[in-house]
């Protein structure tokens, strides 16, 4: 089992920065491999970025590829997504998702373990 906490959603403007973080317990934190999923209203879960349970790794959807940032601190058993420039169309509940072997799938239902869930809104 693994649990998860996201934190540093808010609302803010477009064009702004916005740093969401995930705490994980229950797995060694290092072992595991994170990622971003998002869901805008009446929209399926989109995956948004994932890292490699090293951090060498890291993988990103087109949308959001040059703006946004995934990194991990194994010490901390937190991975952050950092958002640059965000834009109106990023407004979404932001999820963190864990894989215990291999890397996280980009089909969030193929993931097994999710955070509740911080709401980022960007106003235009």
């Known amino acids: 089992q693994v649990q998860l906490v996201e934190t540093g959603g808010g609302l803010v403007q477009a064009g702004d920065s916005l740093t969401l973080s995930c705490a994980a317990a229950g797995r060694t934190f290092g072992s595991i491999a994170m990622g971003w999923f998002r869901q805008a209203p009446g929209k399926e879960r989109e995956f948004v970025a994932r890292?490699?349970?090293?951090?060498?790794?890291?993988d990103y959807a087109d949308s959001v590829k040059g703006r946004f940032t995934i990194s991990r601190d194994n010490a901390k058993n937190t991975v952050y997504l950092q958002m640059n420039s965000l834009k109106p169309w990023d407004t979404a509940i932001y999820f963190c998702?864990?894989?215990?072997?291999?890397?996280?799938?980009?089909?969030?239902?193929?993931?097994?373990?999710w955070g509740q869930g911080t709401q980022v809104t960007v106003s235009s």
């Open positions: 890292i490699s349970s090293s951090g060498h790794i890291t």
């Open positions: 998702t864990a894989a215990e072997f291999g890397r996280v799938s980009a089909i969030a239902t193929e993931n097994a373990y």
